[in-house]
Nanobody, 112 residues
């Protein structure tokens, strides 16, 4: 059974940085298109970033130039490096494999 587990969230000051990790177990990461999404209470889950099998990336306009998605297939891990954080980046960040296998999410709170 394929599982997706996120980690790395926490409380960060505005302008700070944090790196989220997403470990995929039970299958080879190389076979998956991976994505990160963000959700705040009362809102839908919004697309943040995607990385394809051939390492092509795509970002939401709100995070371009600040966030970087990457993957390490040898470690079955996907990362989301988040820089220049803003309060509006606050939310639960979810990792997703092939648009259908979701993790449990990790909370990121940007606040002074």
């Amino acid at each position: 059974q394929v599982q997706v587990v996120e980690s790395g969230g926490g409380l960060v000051q505005p302008g700070g940085s944090v790196r989220l990790s997403c470990v995929v177990s039970g299958s080879d990461l190389r076979t998956y298109v991976m994505g990160w999404y963000r959700q705040v209470p009362g809102n839908q889950r919004d697309f943040i970033a995607q990385i394809t099998r051939d390492y092509s990336t795509n970002y939401a306009d709100s995070v371009k130039g600040r966030f970087t998605i990457s993957r390490d297939n040898g470690k079955n891990t996907v990362y989301l490096q988040m820089n220049s954080l803003k309060p509006e980046d606050t939310g639960v960040y979810y990792c997703c494999a092939n648009g259908r296998i979701w993790g449990q999410g990790t909370q990121v709170t940007v606040s002074s």
